[in-house]
């Protein structure tokens, strides 16, 4: 076994939205490092692809749902086992539409699953690890977070997530639980490549505002996500990590005319 698979090897890992994308990228590393993956998804179907393809067990989630992540949890526990360590990667995208054209009930929705979701899935992992004094949790942020984008609730949604983290870090911290985000860049999911297809992403645009000139591969965001996670990052808690090809320095060498090319 090796180093990387000893520092999870037996522990029981839950992670929200694992059924596509970054969250079935986060579960199937995880898993590669030993751990034994708890798939929670609102699409079960998916979740149990994901699961049967790991060696780990499917949950249905809807993260909107405050008693459905309080039972979801408790199932994973009484199924599996103690939960170690948590990665909350449900979340919905946005159309960059400008806010006079943005249907509340859509600010709404992304909101409740992308901010208010992870709080709760946060929270109701937490409740059973702070008994035991011990585990760690990660939630995917984004690169959004950070910067001026005309994604007028998915970027604050992600930038309250990244604050969350922070202050939940503090509030957890004397309890033996760390807690950590991280933020993706452009990351080549189905989610984005349906916001492609639809228009609303230029890959040429996208590849440009990196540092790298690259989209990130999902399975890169997992190898992040693993790290904090595990024994590695036994002193690390309250960051946010930015996993994005160099996107948060590369956007201010436009006036210059961007990342030279060697």
Do not use: W
């Given at each position: 076994m090796s180093g990387d698979e000893s520092t999870m090897a037996g522990r029981i890992v839950a992670v929200t939205g694992g059924g596509s994308g970054i969250g079935a990228?986060?579960?199937?590393?995880?898993?590669?490092?030993?751990?034994?993956?708890?798939v929670l998804d609102i699409n079960v179907d998916q979740a149990s692809i994901v699961a049967a393809r790991?060696?780990?067990?499917?949950?249905?989630?809807?993260?909107?749902?405050?008693?459905?992540v309080v039972s979801a949890m408790t199932m994973v526990e009484r199924q599996l086992g103690p939960i170690a360590a948590g990665v909350t990667a449900a979340g919905i995208v946005?159309?960059?539409?400008?806010?006079?054209?943005?249907?509340?009930?859509?600010?709404?929705?992304?909101?409740?699953?992308?901010?208010?979701?992870?709080?709760?899935?946060?929270?109701?992992?937490?409740?059973?690890?702070?008994?035991?004094?011990?585990?760690?949790?990660?939630?995917?942020?984004?690169?959004?977070?950070?910067r001026s984008t005309p994604l007028h609730a998915y970027g604050p949604g992600k930038a309250a997530v990244t604050n969350l983290v922070a202050g939940l870090a503090c509030e957890w911290g004397r309890a033996g639980l760390r807690v950590n985000a991280v933020e993706p860049g452009y990351t080549r999911t189905p989610a984005l490549q349906a916001q492609i297809?639809?228009?609303?992403?230029?890959?040429?645009?996208?590849?440009?505002?990196?540092?790298l000139g690259r989209l990130i591969e999902p399975a890169e965001i997992g190898a992040a996500v693993a790290f904090l996670l595990s024994d590695d990052a036994s002193a690390v808690t309250g960051l946010s990590m930015a996993v994005d090809a160099g996107f948060y320095g590369a956007g201010s060498w436009a006036p210059y005319g961007g990342v030279r090319k060697h």
């Open positions: 990228a986060c579960a199937e590393v995880i898993a590669s490092r030993g751990a034994i993956v708890a790991i060696g780990g067990m499917a949950f249905p989630l809807d993260v909107s749902d405050e008693q459905n946005q159309a960059p539409d400008p806010p006079d054209e943005l249907d509340m009930a859509v600010y709404d929705r992304i909101y409740t699953i992308n901010h208010r979701g992870t709080y709760l899935s946060l929270r109701e992992i937490a409740r059973h690890m702070l008994p035991r004094r011990k585990g760690s949790l990660v939630a995917i942020s984004s690169v959004t977070a950070r297809d639809l228009g609303n992403r230029d890959v040429a645009l996208m590849e440009e505002n990196s540092a």
